[in-house]
């Protein structure tokens, strides 16, 4: 089939502003002087509260306090009142700090509220921020225990026994950068004290976090501190162990370097032995973080490293080559024992690391396998998850971030040998949450496709398979994401899992060579390959596929290798089958957006075209793109296919009640004229949350083109793929469609430009020579 470039979409003209401003919010009504009465009394309490706190302090006051709101108030508001907010929460709240232990300029606005009304005035004074303040109280110190802690059954301070020694990662509060060498030193100092010890420290531009090792005496007096946020379990990796291959291969033939001027990939892992004969060429460096050696005493980051220099590696052998397309360079991060550093943070290592693999290496694609197995991925993010979403930014590289695996003995604990049966059910069990860092929304998060059904021929009937071919792998890991994203956002082939009824257990690669895929053995003097199952083995696979889009475009973003990357994915039809006539929401949350077919992501054809491009919007603004249609495509029976991809990489705060300070989301408008679509969209108001409406006046229903996923299930995240399709014929609805891609301001700075990437890709069931009439109009346009 004949291959060719892809075309490029052409914008209509400059970004426009809308013209409306956000209209006006509701508010709870609410009697104002029960109500004031109330709110005055709770700073009472929280005034005296603080008073006997260990958080006093003559020179510098850290009154830090929680407030539960109902209904809407700017992030900008509590300025105006001294306040300083630190962070919102999950139950509808938010972390303030004070430097006035006495909350003046709060307890004056309560005040005006609870008076009279002023003449000719309609409203109480402040009354639409009263209206929403539900209540204030101090936060305790069971409030500031973490979840992984939590689980563990430490759900009070009591829980921690003084003849014991925690070693914990305590993060404290920052309001301003001046302040967070006085709240250290106030956390530390009685801390040491007691007999504790700070063995690390991380200090990223949104948080504080420390290391911190003690007896239980000094981690009841850390949970008194107000400058703490919360105290938690240190991060574990996530890692995947291999079994023995079957058969044992030994011989491998000639051996190939890959071109020293290519893309290199970067991995982040438990380090690589570069001495294995098949990555002797493919090696370009190493190094480890925080003290370690570059060496790999586990394997996992061989095995990662080698399929994402590689590839399919089984299919090479089948092919009788074993050719590496890529170089790579190999940041360790973990202990021999596969843990984090007990003096180090999680999320700092990794960040040196990432950033060394970028200046050091020149590594644009940058692969994590490792994931915390104790910390699912919440609808805030986290601050291991906001350092790579900042990273991917800055530095414009595509990081990929495996999904995680789940616990295979917890789920055949409480589901026996009926897991058989309830698979794939049990993917959307609660505890069955992709892993921190997955959440991330400016980098890809990969789940994991079985490859096979996981049988070997001396298999007995008590080893019963779960997933076939192209099925989800029974340890993948579902969304959704940080903020309700759609993750994970691809999947690809990981391995799988049987159950195995002579010891009641789901057994993957470790203990059943069959059901891994296959890749390098560190102890190369031993054997030479090694089978794997697991998300950290699928993640790579789309490392080396990025690699592959960047060798072809060498100048494309890293948003733009997402949007091919998406564009090209399917969801699996067996997968599909498998899991029934479920949600779409359930299936985004186990298949994200499908498996990337490579040749569809670098090359258009005959019948299957895409068209690209790049801009940058300022907040509120909106641009417009023609997509030609011809006659040919909208006529001819059969299925037609639109397909959209939308990628961008906004700022990300985890404190703030929108994590990405810029939203950006795409229509297709037919039937219509460029001119009454920049009338429609121009319209467009905010709502009582500050978020633009969805639908523009001026438009009938018809005129959208209906995607799925639905508008409401892509739009919160930053990767963003729907596929809208026709089976009748669509001429009457003209030949040019609109594509319009809007961005609304959040938080960011208003005047900051946001960069995104568009794929567009037209396709039609019956063959037809759509590329070269797609050309010719394009042609003839410019």
């Not at 009697?31 to 706190?53: L, R, Y």
């Not at 995947?240 to 890959?258: H, K, L, Q, V």
């Not at 991925?377 to 995680?404: F, M, N, P, Q």
Request: charged fraction near 25%; hydrophobic fraction near 40%.
């Amino acid at each position: 089939m004949a291959q060719y470039d892809h075309l490029t979409l052409t914008r209509v003209s400059e970004p426009v502003n809308r013209r409306k401003q956000p209209g006006p919010r509701n508010q709870p009504e609410r009697k104002h002087k029960p109500h004031s009465k109330k709110i005055s009394e709770d700073i009472e309490k929280v005034v005296e509260g603080f008073a006997t706190s260990s958080a006093k302090d003559a020179i510098n006051p850290a009154l830090i306090m929680k407030v539960v709101i109902d209904g809407f108030i700017a992030d900008d508001e509590w300025a105006k009142i001294d306040l300083m907010l630190l962070t919102h929460t999950d139950d509808n709240a938010v972390v303030l700090f004070s430097s006035d232990e006495q909350l003046s300029a709060l307890s004056s606005r309560v005040r005006a509220y609870g008076g009279e009304k002023p003449e000719k005035q309609k409203n109480q004074p402040h009354a639409s921020f009263m209206n929403a303040v539900s209540s204030l109280q101090m936060l305790s110190a069971d409030d500031r225990i973490g979840p992984v802690l939590r689980n563990a059954g430490f759900v009070a301070s009591e829980s921690f026994k003084d003849d014991t020694v925690y070693l914990l990662d305590v993060e404290i509060w920052r309001p301003s950068d001046d302040l967070v060498d006085v709240f250290i030193h106030r956390v530390i100092t009685p801390f040491e004290g007691l007999g504790g010890e700070e063995l690390g420290r991380y200090t990223p531009p949104s948080g504080v976090l420390l290391r911190v090792e003690g007896p239980g005496q000094a981690i009841r007096q850390l949970l008194e501190r107000e400058e703490v946020a919360t105290v938690d379990l240190p991060p574990r990796p996530d890692l995947s162990i291999g079994g023995s291959p079957d058969p044992d291969i030994t011989e491998i033939g000639e051996r190939f370097a890959p071109p020293e001027s290519g893309v290199r990939i970067g991995v982040v892992d438990t380090g690589v032995n570069s001495g294995h004969p098949l990555l002797e060429q493919v090696v370009i460096g190493s190094f480890g973080v925080a003290g370690e050696p570059s060496s790999d005493e586990n394997g996992h980051g061989t095995a990662v490293s080698a399929i994402a220099a590689y590839g399919d590696i089984e299919s090479m052998l089948a092919h009788g080559e074993l050719r590496p397309r890529f170089q790579i360079a190999s940041a360790r991060v973990v202990n021999a024992h596969g843990g984090f550093s007990d003096k180090e943070l999680a999320p700092e290592v990794v960040e040196v690391a990432i950033r060394r693999l970028n200046s050091e290496f020149n590594c644009r694609v940058v692969n994590l396998s490792l994931c915390d197995k104790d910390r699912p991925v919440k609808y805030r993010g986290s601050l291991w998850s906001e350092v790579l979403d900042d990273l991917a930014r800055e530095l414009d590289i595509v990081i990929v971030v495996a999904a995680g695996n789940n616990d295979h003995s917890s789920l055949t604990d409480a589901h026996e040998e009926r897991i058989v049966d309830i698979y794939p059910a049990y993917l959307h069990d609660a505890a069955n949450r992709i892993l921190d860092p997955s959440g991330a929304l400016n980098v890809l998060t990969v789940g994991s496709l079985a490859h096979v059904n996981g049988l070997s021929e001396e298999d007995g009937v008590e080893v019963r398979p779960l997933a076939a071919f192209n099925e989800p792998s029974p340890f993948t890991t579902v969304g959704p994401g940080t903020y309700g994203a759609i993750k994970p956002d691809l999947v690809d082939y990981g391995g799988t899992a049987v159950f195995d009824g002579l010891v009641g257990r789901l057994r993957s690669a470790k203990h059943r060579p069959a059901t891994g895929v296959l890749s390098l053995h560190h102890e190369y003097t031993e054997r030479l390959f090694s089978t794997f199952s697991g998300t950290s083995f699928a993640a790579p696979l789309i490392a080396h596929k990025a690699a592959l889009l960047l060798q072809k475009f060498p100048e494309a973003s890293a948003n733009t290798i997402r949007c091919l990357l998406a564009i090209s994915a399917e969801q699996p039809a067996e997968a599909m089958a498998k899991l029934g006539a479920i949600h779409p929401r359930h299936v985004g949350a186990v298949l994200g957006y499908g498996h990337s077919d490579i040749e569809s992501a670098l090359f258009s054809e005959d019948g299957r075209v895409v068209l690209t491009a790049q801009g940058s919007l300022v907040h509120d603004q909106f641009a417009i793109y023609e997509v030609p249609m011809v006659e040919e495509f909208q006529e001819t029976a059969g299925t037609r296919e639109i397909r959209v991809a939308l990628a961008f990489d906004p700022p990300v705060r985890r404190t703030r009640k929108d994590y990405i300070g810029v939203q950006m989301q795409f229509d297709l408008i037919r039937g219509s004229d460029v001119d009454t679509v920049f009338h429609a969209y121009r319209e467009l108001q905010k709502d009582d949350d500050g978020k633009l409406e969805d639908t523009p006046p001026g438009l009938a229903g018809r005129q959208y083109c209906v995607f799925s996923p639905s508008i409401n299930l892509r739009k919160v995240g930053t990767l963003q793929c729907g596929t809208f399709t026709a089976r009748q014929n669509i001429t009457k609805y003209g030949d040019t469609y609109f594509l319009v891609v809007r961005c609304v301001g959040r938080w960011a700075e208003p005047n900051e430009e946001q960069a995104y990437s568009l794929a567009v890709m037209l396709r039609h069931s019956e063959e037809m020579r759509l590329y070269e009439q797609l050309r010719e109009r394009l042609t003839i346009r410019v």
